[in-house]
């Protein structure tokens, strides 16, 4: 069966590519989306895209991919820093779980330096702009072990060596 990837966004981000573009670029989260989808087309697994601005959906979101997806991408956005709810949600969902931040979140100032979502998941990928949503999901398709044959076999992983 083909990855089944779910990509959240919170709250804000529907206006990358306006809001601050000297933290977070001029791209906005239509292009992220249409390179995400790109990529999933190439790699042959299903994407779905959502952002809201809402706390209580994107706990419904997260609670809606149990069963339905093999991992969630999640930039939790201002939520990254407060968000009790998203944490108790994450740690429900047993697949894969990425935060992906555009900016480097440790080089910000004190309020957006540490995030507490971070608890919930399996890994964090920050600073890497936009491409961090791709770097992300070529990281769950790689660690489902479901990177195609056409994909370079540099990326698809360093040979564990017997100890």
């Known amino acids: 069966?083909?990855?089944?990837?779910m990509i959240l966004n919170g709250p804000n981000l529907n206006f990358l590519g306006i809001r601050e573009p000297h933290i977070y670029g001029t791209t906005t989260l239509k292009q992220i989306e249409d390179s995400c989808q790109a990529l999933a087309n190439q790699l042959g697994?299903?994407?779905?895209?959502?952002?809201s601005n809402m706390e209580g959906e994107l706990v419904s979101l997260i609670q809606s991919?149990?069963?339905?997806?093999?991992?969630?991408?999640?930039?939790?956005?201002?939520?990254?820093?407060?968000?009790?709810?998203l944490?108790?949600?994450?740690?429900?969902?047993d697949g894969i779980k990425i935060e992906v931040h555009i900016s480097?979140?440790?080089?910000?100032?004190?309020?957006?330096?540490?995030?507490?979502?971070?608890?919930?998941?399996?890994?964090?990928?920050?600073?890497?702009?936009?491409?961090?949503?791709l770097a992300a999901m070529l990281a769950v398709v790689q660690k489902l072990g479901q990177l195609p044959a056409t994909i370079p076999a540099a990326l698809h992983g360093i040979p564990v060596g017997k100890a």
């Open 65 to 85: 991919a149990h069963g339905k997806a093999d991992a969630i991408i999640m930039n939790p956005a201002a939520y990254s820093f407060t968000s009790i709810a």
């Open 104 to 133: 480097n979140i440790h080089a910000r100032d004190e309020l957006h330096r540490h995030s507490i979502t971070s608890s919930a998941c399996t890994s964090v990928i920050c600073g890497m702009g936009p491409y961090g949503y």
């Open 1 to 5: 069966m083909a990855a089944r990837i």
């Open 45 to 51: 697994i299903s994407v779905t895209f959502h952002q």
């Open 87 to 93: 944490i108790d949600a994450l740690k429900i969902f």
